[in-house]
T-cell receptor
Framework: DAKTTQPPSMDCAEGRAANLPCNHSTISGNEYVYWYRQIHSQGPQYIIHGLKNNETNEMASLIITEDRKSSTLILPHATLRDTAVYYCIVRPNQAGTALIFGKGTTLSVSS | ETGVTQTPRHLVMGMTNKKSLKCEQHLGHNAMYWYKQSAKKPLELMFVYNFKEQTENNSVPSRFSPECPNSSHLFLHLHTLQPEDSALYLC????????????FGPGTRLTVT
């Protein structure tokens, strides 16, 4: 399994962009990058995923480097409700296997 | 509201009790999962069901017994638990072809006394 490395914590001012990095230097060609977040005392929430192209949805943008060894999740205008633990997960998109969560990055958004 | 519900939300049980956790998904998914989250630890996968068949058991002790009667319902039967089994138990669902786009329920906070 490809492993990911994330900083344990980050701070962001409300209204600013939050850029959360993830290193996955041993990623294989068939492995996707997935991002989830978990707000305190709630179940994890799917945010976005990508293979090699940058992706954007209503929640966030995902930037994957050309060599695919790292990626950045961008929350363009962070709010207090974005305070959560953010998990970067690298897995092949195949049936029968499940997510493996690491320790993630605790993002604290303050006013 | 993710379309995945779990009951009860909180449960306190003694070590000799038998109880069950229930999960229901209203998303038309065909894969369901149980995860355990202990304090200050990452989520741990417990069981995976694809099309009602168990496809993964992550070395879970036999005092935890899953049941998946249909694609919409998943149970976790508990008996003779230990205090260290106290944790947040999370259920999730997905389409089999999109295993990593999972939708989680709110969890059941279990305390074993």
């Amino acid at each position: 399994d490809a492993k990911t490395t994330q900083p344990p914590s980050m701070d962001c001012a409300e209204g600013r962009a939050a850029n959360l990095p993830c290193n996955h230097s041993t990623i294989s060609g068939n492995e996707y990058v997935y991002w989830y977040r978990q707000i305190h005392s709630q179940g994890p929430q799917y945010i976005i995923h990508g293979l090699k192209n940058n992706e954007t949805n209503e929640m966030a943008s995902l930037i994957i480097t050309e060599d695919r060894k790292s990626s950045t999740l961008i929350l363009p205008h962070a709010t207090l409700r974005d305070t959560a633990v953010y998990y970067c997960i690298v897995r092949p998109n195949q049936a029968g296997t499940a997510l493996i969560f690491g320790k993630g990055t605790t993002l604290s958004v303050s006013s | 509201e993710t379309g995945v519900t779990q009951t009860p939300r909180h449960l306190v049980m003694g070590m000799t009790n038998k109880k069950s956790l229930k999960c229901e998904q209203h998303l038309g998914h065909n894969a369901m999962y149980w995860y355990k989250q202990s304090a200050k630890k990452p989520l741990e996968l417990m069981f995976v069901y694809n099309f009602k068949e168990q496809t993964e058991n992550n070395s879970v002790p036999s005092r935890f017994s899953p049941e998946c009667p249909n694609s919409s319902h998943l149970f976790l039967h508990l008996h003779t638990l230990q205090p260290e089994d106290s944790a947040l138990y999370l259920c999730a669902s997905s389409q089999v072809g999109s295993a990593y786009e999972q939708y989680f329920g709110p969890g059941t906070r279990l305390t074993v006394t």
